[in-house]
């Protein structure tokens, strides 16, 4: 999710130089120029970042967003980039990398805090080992604390916001605030009272049960995960979302989605809603398989399937 409606084009290495060096003036952190965006996601896939941060802490995350509104800048939010699709052009902005600032866990009795740019699964695994339960049927999901709030992921009848108590983001102004789990409008795949603000931790009230026994369903829910999909190809999981009473890896096979490619992408033969990058394929090809899938779905069910991927430095293609 990227900010700022109104932006200006930072492209220009000169002008990029001069805002690092205006950003370093006043917030710690490593900062890069035309960084590309196919290192920092899991389809391995995307043009240059015009600017790339990696922030010393929360409050430099802070900083640096104020900074990015009030010089016009567009920019977003990075942990893991597990389920981003980022423009064979890049992004024309500041990406925001929370993965080497907010990667703290503490656990206080029955209560697990945690910071946005974890990795989920350290964050499940912890708990199962301190006897702390609620989160381990979450196990194998790809991705970071910070986007799995902001997606409600889920799997096996479990979403992350089951056992939350509250999120801690900061606006786009760069103040900080925590949102309880009831303000942050958690539903299917999403957060609506989230839009618009950086996570950049959490707590939750997990329950009490044997590290043993947790870290037994950890392991079992990981074997059925690869069962299930065996993704040792670049993807980015899940394409679109379910919709109401039915399912999108279904409704895709029964249009022959499954197999379908088009340059170095192709739909899993294995999940029908799993694109895989097969041989060097490129943002384009993975957008032509989504419009070709959308419009086969729509013809042949009249059902409009939504996008769960993220979508970073395109206009209207999709």
């Known amino acids: 999710m990227s900010h700022s409606a109104e932006h200006i084009p930072i492209s220009d290495h000169f002008l990029s130089n001069q805002l690092v060096e205006e950003m370093q003036a006043d917030i710690r952190g490593r900062f890069l120029i035309n960084e590309p965006m196919s290192g920092h996601t899991s389809f391995r896939i995307g043009g240059p970042a015009s600017l790339y941060a990696y922030p010393g802490s929360i409050e430099d995350v802070s900083k640096l967003i104020k900074f990015c509104v009030s010089k016009g800048i567009q920019y977003t939010i990075i942990g893991y980039g597990t389920n981003m699709l980022v423009s064979d052009m890049g992004f024309d902005g500041c990406v925001i990398d929370l993965a080497e600032s907010c990667r703290n866990i503490d656990i206080d009795g029955n209560r697990l805090i945690a910071g946005a740019g974890q990795w989920g699964n350290d964050i499940v695994r912890k708990a199962a080992e301190n006897g702390l339960g609620g989160l381990e049927k979450l196990s194998g999901i790809p991705g970071g604390l910070g986007g799995w709030l902001k997606m409600n992921c889920g799997a096996f009848g479990s979403s992350i916001s089951d056992h939350l108590i509250s999120t801690n983001v900061i606006c786009n102004e760069g103040k900080i605030q925590t949102i309880s789990k009831h303000d942050a409008k958690y539903s299917y795949r999403s957060s609506t009272g989230l839009d618009g603000k950086t996570i950049f931790g959490a707590e939750f009230l997990l329950v009490p049960e044997k590290s043993e026994k947790l870290l037994q369903v950890v392991e079992d829910t990981i074997t059925e995960r690869y069962r299930r999909n065996i993704m ?46 097969t041989r060097g394929g490129t943002a384009s090809d993975v957008v032509d398989l989504i419009n070709t899938i959308k419009m086969l779905v729509q013809d042949n069910h009249n059902i409009e399937l939504e996008l769960e991927l993220q979508l970073l430095g395109f206009n209207d293609e999709i």
Do not use: R, W
Request: proline share 9%.
């Open 232 to 277: 040792t190809l670049p993807s980015a999981g899940s394409l679109f979302k379910n919709p109401p009473d039915n399912y999108a890896a279904k409704l895709i096979e029964s249009v022959g989605g499954k197999g379908m490619q088009f340059g170095g992408m192709e739909i899993s033969p294995s999940h029908a809603n799993f694109a895989i990058n």
